[in-house]
């Protein structure tokens, strides 16, 4: 898995023990190693791996948005309980219940609860469970390459808007020309983006293919002389500066 930047901030396991304690509950074990190691942050562009939150499905309780049949792993009340440990970037949630064995997927478009049992393997990685949901939720394989974005503090961003010119040089030959002058370290190129990652950027520049006139790059503190170059590069390519 390709880590973005090295600034993430890790949560120490004893941290996450503390709360389990306070909680009376048991968070998923694969799940705590992944925070210890990497800290929270976005998987895949999809799912965003966060802190356990207590508070945040609380007002869920009061509302009839899931169905709780016997088939439910939960009930209404317990959603209450529910301690959040990530979301999608369309507003489900994965959380876990002192009652309940196993990791709860709470869908935003669906009124259905789902409950998945934690990897029995103790080297498991999280995000098998993560790639196992994106399959069966968006009916694609996840198969990206897979990468992690830290959320980090020093995180900062430049966006441009990109002009096709009257010669027919379009955002895809900006995008293979940017690749060939900066030499990433990994991307990810589709019908509707191209995403050049680089480390000693500690970032990535975007191009986005949808709409053709975007491009954006995120970047560390530090790391600005780079992005002086990059920039020099964008603007010498029909690109302007948003500001």
Known sequence: MYIVSPNGSPVSAARLHQLEQERQLKLPEAYVRFLALNGPGT???WFNIEVPDSGVLEPFAEEEFW??????????QQIAECVSIGTTIDGDFLAVHSGVKGILWLPRHSEIIELYAEVANEHADYTELLDRIYSEK??????APAYFEPWTQTRQHQFFHF?????????????RECKESFK?????????????FLQRLGGYIRFNYAYRLEVAVFYEEGQEPLLQQITAFLAAHNCKLLT
């Open 43 to 45: 998987y895949r562009g």
């Open 67 to 76: 169905e709780h049949d016997d088939a439910c792993p939960i009930t209404q």
């Open 138 to 143: 968006l009916a694609q394989a996840a198969a």
């Open 163 to 175: 002009a096709p010119d009257k010669a027919g040089y379009e955002l895809p030959e900006l995008a």
């Open 184 to 196: 990433p370290d990994f991307l990810i190129e589709n019908a509707y983006t191209c995403t050049l």
